[in-house]
């Protein structure tokens, strides 16, 4: 009895794993979609954790640089998963609206709690002011490359254009390519935001190399399968709750796929180590821009629904906007709780913009 204490003190994560055949239940039994759609939301943030908690314990066995290169692989796969499920059901906008959702999360949302929880409990702290200066060069170039396909689109035509989706490809394959240098020198040098340190040993589960990749290929199946639940159910609860899919996109989607990623960014800002809690942020921001973003765009041509990278005016201002703050406030090298907290009211205030707003 005290060893199940101990390990479910250690791993609250398990009280969630029961949504998952409850999710199973409703599908069988034909439940309103509400009541599926939310279950499969609860079901989906361990099946994430899990992939993240065994990709770091494969990066255990691999070293800390092979390591890095996983988990920039794998940091955003509940995500990229559930986007890949939405675009073969031809959901574009709320793909959309996710990849904005996400950057804004990790630069917003999981940098503001972070600066709250440490700035509570260490009072100002530093981290890496050199990386961190480094790291808002990256974002906006990331952000920027986003930005151009939609700015120069109103000048080439339609979205459905040819020479839209031509430039749409191009800008993806120009993305994929940084990322990719960007993996090699942190092969070499170890010194990139693309990969983030992985968690010491002690703060792992005690997993070998064979539960590890057990553990992972059962949650990636568990979130393909959540994946198709939840997506089915987005159109009749848009239609029932009366609230947009933009939002839901935006919004929910986001922090339901990164939610594990997003407490242990808060957990290492709690034991002081901000360097790596901001690094995790910035990391997963800019996986999202050069690796998922662009990956999509490719992998819905095979799907049969081209997805361009074209957003919407609203989504531009966002990003903008979370990408200048989240770099103006990051750029001294350090961190308050009051500076946690604009950036949590600057997400507040989205959010209750883009739930009112009819997109």
Same mark, same amino acid.
């Not at 609250?12 to 979609?33: D, K, M, N, Q, Y």
């Not at 409990?121 to 396909?149: C, E």
């Given at each position: 009895?005290?060893?199940?204490?101990?390990?479910?003190?250690?791993?609250?994560?398990?009280?969630?794993?029961?949504?998952?055949? =409850?999710?199973?239940?409703? !599908?069988?039994?034909?439940?309103? @979609?509400?009541?599926?759609?939310?279950l499969a939301c609860a079901a989906i943030i361990p099946m994430a954790a899990y992939i993240g908690k065994a990709t770091e314990s494969l990066a255990h066995f691999t070293g800390p640089r092979i390591g890095g =290169?996983? +988990? *920039?692989?794998?940091?955003?796969?509940?995500?990229?998963?559930?986007?890949?499920?939405?675009?073969?059901?031809?959901?574009?906008? =709320?793909?959309?609206?996710?990849?904005?959702?996400?950057?804004?999360?990790?630069?917003? %949302?999981?940098?503001?709690?972070?600066?709250?929880?440490?700035?509570?409990?260490?009072?100002?702290?530093?981290?890496?002011?050199?990386? *961190?200066?480094? +790291?808002a060069i990256l974002l906006v170039l990331a952000v920027l490359a986003m930005l151009i396909p939609s700015l120069f689109s109103h000048s080439i035509g339609p979205e459905t254009s040819p020479k839209v989706e031509?430039?749409?490809?191009?800008?993806?394959?120009?993305?994929?390519?940084?990322?990719?240098?960007?993996?090699?020198?942190?092969?070499?040098?170890?010194?990139?935001?693309?990969?983030?340190? @992985?968690?010491?040993?002690?703060?792992?589960?005690?997993?070998?190399?064979?539960?590890?990749?057990?553990?992972?290929?059962?949650?990636?199946?568990?979130?393909?399968?959540?994946?198709?639940?939840?997506?089915?159910?987005?159109? @009749?609860?848009?239609?029932?709750?009366? $609230?947009?899919?933009? &939002? =839901?996109?935006?919004?929910?989607?986001?922090?339901?796929? +990164?939610? *594990?990623?997003? %407490?242990?960014?808060?957990? &290492? *800002?709690?034991? +002081?180590?901000?360097?790596?809690?901001? !690094?995790?942020?910035?990391?997963?921001? %800019?996986?999202?821009?050069?690796?998922?973003?662009?990956?999509?765009?490719?992998?819905?041509?095979?799907?049969?629904? @081209?997805?361009?990278? $074209?957003?919407?005016? &609203?989504?531009?201002?966002?990003?903008?906007?979370?990408?200048?703050?989240?770099?103006?406030?990051?750029?001294?090298? !350090?961190?308050?709780?009051? !500076?946690?907290?604009? %950036?949590?009211?600057?997400?507040?205030?989205?959010?209750?913009?883009?739930?009112?707003?009819?997109?």
């Amino acid at each position: 009895m005290k060893a199940v204490k101990q390990f479910i003190a250690k791993n609250p994560i398990v009280f969630l794993l029961p949504f998952l055949p =409850l999710t199973l239940a409703g !599908e069988l039994l034909h439940w309103p @979609p509400l009541a599926i759609f939310i279950l499969a939301c609860a079901a989906i943030i361990p099946m994430a954790a899990y992939i993240g908690k065994a990709t770091e314990s494969l990066a255990h066995f691999t070293g800390p640089r092979i390591g890095g =290169l996983l +988990n *920039a692989t794998l940091g955003n796969a509940a995500e990229l998963i559930i986007t890949i499920v939405a675009i073969r059901a031809g959901l574009l906008e =709320l793909v959309k609206a996710s990849i904005t959702g996400s950057i804004l999360g990790n630069l917003l %949302l999981v940098m503001g709690l972070s600066f709250i929880v440490g700035g509570v409990r260490h009072g100002r702290q530093t981290f890496d002011k050199r990386g *961190a200066s480094r +790291n808002a060069i990256l974002l906006v170039l990331a952000v920027l490359a986003m930005l151009i396909p939609s700015l120069f689109s109103h000048s080439i035509g339609p979205e459905t254009s040819p020479k839209v989706e031509a430039l749409s490809l191009g800008v993806a394959a120009v993305m994929i390519v940084l990322y990719a240098l960007g993996l090699l020198d942190a092969a070499r040098s170890g010194d990139t935001p693309l990969t983030h340190e @992985p968690v010491p040993p002690s703060a792992l589960p005690q997993w070998s190399l064979r539960t590890s990749i057990i553990v992972l290929v059962l949650a990636t199946t568990g979130i393909v399968w959540l994946s198709e639940a939840l997506v089915g159910a987005v159109e @009749p609860v848009v239609a029932s709750l009366g $609230i947009s899919e933009f &939002f =839901l996109g935006i919004i929910l989607i986001p922090i339901i796929g +990164n939610v *594990a990623e997003h %407490l242990v960014a808060v957990q &290492f *800002a709690g034991q +002081n180590k901000m360097t790596l809690s901001v !690094e995790i942020a910035v990391s997963s921001s %800019l996986q999202i821009a050069l690796l998922v973003a662009p990956l999509l765009v490719f992998l819905s041509l095979a799907l049969g629904h @081209p997805l361009t990278l $074209i957003f919407n005016t &609203f989504e531009l201002l966002a990003l903008i906007a979370g990408v200048l703050i989240a770099a103006l406030v990051s750029a001294d090298g !350090e961190s308050s709780w009051l !500076e946690g907290a604009a %950036l949590i009211g600057i997400y507040v205030i989205l959010g209750l913009a883009f739930f009112v707003l009819p997109v």
